[in-house]
């Protein structure tokens, strides 16, 4: 285990899980801003974010559910790390009879509108997904094209891409990428195991991606489901930092729904800390991650935001 800090991230709601797998799941941008202020205090440097539509409850891409799901962490934190996805607008599903067609649920979209909330909010970190893959329903699809297009408009927001790999084919990706002068060493990379048809979440697997990251990659890994904390846990005892939340995992333990996400993070820092590590505070995180904190607002002013729960 590397003798360094461990930056603890937070992954609050995500787009896939449902209040109908867990009915404390955050879905508002006042819930989800609740959350992410919560895990931060329990322990997470870094909180990771999508917004739902309040209605629906799926994934969105709107801007002004961003500009307030930020307006209210910042009014009341202004030093955790802030972590907006792109990865909404990369979902296909093909129609039954007409495979060429979208059904609905589909996303697929430009990368232009898939990171258009990144540049006008310009947080301190953004995702920045490299696999194409099967995914529930849906094919999950990241074209080169589209990956690059997306990452030489997150760097010319000055936003730190953190890069999602989720099987080894991504590797080649981003090692392409970093080649090209499309991708930037240092690098933040995050393993991504467990989805079904994606790498799966043993510790051989993990050892292997890690083994082929390049020099100059600061990384972290987590596990999706029941693999959630075996997986964090591995990571740190690889040497990687680590993630946790609702988007990752409902369960605080085996048939034990999670109250929130701070229980989640809490029971996370107990792992890391009874493993021999110690959590990186988001002063920290900065300084390992060298991301600087901005003077600039973030989602402009949301002080009537502040005592909203």
């Known amino acids: ?53 309040p209605e629906t409850k799926a994934g969105s891409m709107r801007l002004e559910l961003y500009e307030e799901l930020v307006g209210r962490i910042r009014d009341q934190n202004r030093e ?19 495979p060429r067609s979208a059904a609905p649920g589909s996303t697929l979209c430009v990368p232009e509108k898939r990171v258009a909330h990144v540049e006008a909010l310009r947080p301190d970190i953004c995702t920045l997904d490299l696999n194409t893959m ?15 297009t997306m990452a030489r408009r997150i760097y010319a ?26 991708l930037h060493l240092p690098l933040m990379v995050q ?29 972290a890994a987590f596990g999706v489901g029941r693999w959630a904390f ?5 990571s740190l005892l690889l040497g990687g930092h680590v993630r946790i939340g609702m988007e990752d995992t409902v369960y605080i333990s085996k048939g034990q729904l999670c109250r929130d996400n701070a229980q989640l993070v809490a029971k996370a820092v107990s792992i890391v800390e009874d493993l021999g590590g110690e959590i990186a505070s988001s002063e ?3 300084a390992i991650l060298n991301v600087s904190k901005s003077a600039r607002p973030m989602g ?5 935001f502040v005592d909203a729960r």
């Open 284 to 286: 920290e995180a900065r």
């Open 1 to 53: 285990m590397a003798e360094r800090k461990t930056i603890l991230t937070a992954a609050v709601t995500g787009n896939l899980t449902s209040p109908s797998q867990n009915p404390n799941l955050p879905v508002t941008p006042a819930e989800i801003a609740r959350a992410a202020l919560d895990a931060a205090s329990a322990g997470a440097a870094i909180v990771h974010l999508h917004v739902r539509d």
């Open 80 to 98: 955790v790390l802030i972590n907006l996805t792109t990865g909404e607008g990369g979902r296909f599903i093909p129609s039954p009879g007409d």
């Open 230 to 234: 075996p997986m964090l846990a591995q």
């Open 300 to 304: 402009g002013a949301h002080s009537e």
């Open 191 to 219: 393993l991504v195991l467990g989805v079904r048809f994606g790498a799966m979440a043993t510790p051989q697997n993990m050892a292997f991606l890690v083994s082929a990251l390049p020099e100059g990659v600061q990384w």
């Open 157 to 182: 927001s000055g936003v730190k891409p953190e890069i999602e790999i989720f099987d080894t084919g991504d590797l080649h990706l981003m090692r392409h990428m970093i080649d090209t002068g499309e």
């Open 134 to 148: 099967w995914s529930g329903q849906a094919s999950v699809i990241n074209s080169p094209d589209s990956v690059q």
